[in-house]
C-alpha cells in the first residue's frame, strides 16, 4: 500500500475508510521525557515548524501554538479523492509538560478555547469540513501525553457528516427551527440532564446519549460557527469546558476522554441549520459483537443518571 492516504467505501455497508500507512510511524509514548518532548518548549527542531503562536502574558514563554502535525492523516495534493486530501494540524496547549486542561488557569484556558477558534476559522475558508478533536490518554488514543488537541481539514465531507447536515436541513423544512435548538431547549426545560450551564452555554447528558456520561456542550441560543466566537464568549465556553472536565475526573477517577466538534463549509453549511456541538465521551465501554455487526449504540447507562452523578461531583470553579 503507497504511503498516502487512501479513500475506500465497504460494498456492503456503503461505509467510507481512509487507509492512512504514514501514521503507524508516530511515536507511541504517552510517558516520554520533556527533554525529548517535541511539544515542550527548547525543542522546537523536532517539529516540521510553527504555524501559528499566542503569546503569553505572563511568565509562560509561549501560550498556545500550531503546528503541523508530523505524520498528518491528511495532506495538499491532488484531487484523486477530496477526502485523502486537506490539511492536519496539532495545538499544542501549553508549554507545560504534564498539565491537562482542568489544571490550567483560567487565562490559560481561554488562550487554549482562542487558538482552537483562531485556526478552526482559518481552516474552514479553504475546506469543506473541519474536525477539531482531543484525545486524552492511551485508551482515547493518545500518542503524547503533553496537551494538546488536532484539527483535520477535509477537501470534502465524510458521508455519515454529510448525511447529518442533510438530517438538519430537512428537520428545520419540517419544524421551522434547527434541530440542535430543539433538543437544547427539550434537554432545558427536563433539567434532569442537565450538567452545568454558565451564561449563554449549557452542557448536558442528552436523552439519545450514546454511551455513558456522553457530554454534549453547546450554546443555548443559535450560534454563529465555532471560530466566530468573540472574548467574551470565548471565556465563558473555556469556564464550561473547564467545570465538566473536572466533574467528569472527580465522577469517575480521572478517566480517559476523546472530545470533538465538526463544522462544515460549503455547500452542506447553512447558518440557520447548523448549530455546532462539542461532544465529550470518556472512554469506559469496549463495543461488543452486537454493536460490530448490527451498527447500534448500546449504552449500559441513562443520561439522567449519568448527569446526576456530574452535578454531584460539583464544580472545581
Not at 504514514?22 to 511539544?39: G, S, V
Not at 484539527?151 to 465531507?157: E, K, L, N, S
Not at 452555554?201 to 455513558?212: D, G, M, Q
Not at 447553512?270 to 456541538?277: R, Y
Request: hydrophobic fraction near 40%; proline fraction near 8%; charge should be negative.
Amino acid at each position: 500500500m503507497p504511503d498516502k492516504t487512501l479513500v475506500w467505501r465497504n460494498p456492503l455497508s456503503g461505509r467510507q475508510v481512509l487507509f492512512a500507512p504514514q501514521r503507524a510511524a508516530r511515536p507511541i509514548d504517552a510517558d516520554e521525557d520533556p527533554k525529548t518532548c517535541p511539544f515542550c518548549p527548547g525543542n522546537e527542531h523536532m517539529l516540521p515548524s510553527v504555524l501559528c503562536e499566542r503569546p503569553a502574558d505572563d511568565a509562560r514563554p509561549w501560550a498556545t501554538r500550531a503546528v503541523p502535525n508530523k505524520f498528518p492523516l491528511v495532506r495538499p495534493g491532488a484531487r484523486d479523492d477530496d477526502l485523502a486530501h486537506g490539511c492536519h494540524e496539532v495545538i499544542i496547549e501549553t508549554p507545560y509538560h504534564g498539565r491537562d486542561l482542568t489544571q490550567l488557569s483560567g487565562r490559560a484556558l481561554q488562550d487554549v478555547v482562542a487558538m482552537y477558534c483562531h485556526r478552526f476559522s482559518l481552516l474552514a475558508r479553504d475546506h469543506q469540513t473541519v474536525a477539531l478533536f482531543r484525545n486524552q490518554g492511551r485508551r482515547a488514543g493518545a500518542s503524547q501525553s503533553h496537551a494538546h488537541a488536532q484539527i483535520v481539514a477535509f477537501d470534502g465531507i465524510p458521508d455519515d457528516i454529510d448525511a447529518t447536515a442533510l438530517r438538519a436541513r430537512n428537520y428545520y423544512e419540517r419544524h421551522g427551527e434547527c434541530v440542535i435548538c430543539s433538543i437544547v431547549a427539550a434537554e432545558a426545560d427536563a433539567e434532569d440532564r442537565v450538567v452545568v450551564a454558565r451564561g449563554s452555554f449549557i452542557a448536558f447528558v442528552p436523552l439519545v446519549a450514546e454511551a455513558p456520561y456522553d457530554v454534549w456542550l453547546t450554546a443555548q441560543a443559535h450560534p454563529d460557527g465555532f471560530g466566530a466566537m468573540d472574548q467574551p464568549a470565548q471565556h465563558d465556553f473555556a469556564m464550561i469546558l473547564k467545570d465538566v472536565l473536572g466533574r467528569l475526573s472527580r465522577a469517575l477517577d480521572d478517566p480517559d476522554f476523546c472530545f470533538g466538534i465538526v463544522g462544515v463549509s460549503h455547500p452542506r453549511r447553512e447558518d440557520h441549520v447548523h448549530h455546532w456541538v462539542m461532544r465529550i465521551r470518556p472512554v469506559l465501554t469496549t463495543p461488543g459483537g452486537l454493536e460490530l455487526v448490527t451498527g447500534l449504540s448500546i449504552n449500559p447507562s441513562t443520561p439522567e443518571d449519568d448527569a446526576a452523578a456530574l452535578r454531584l461531583a460539583g464544580s472545581i470553579q
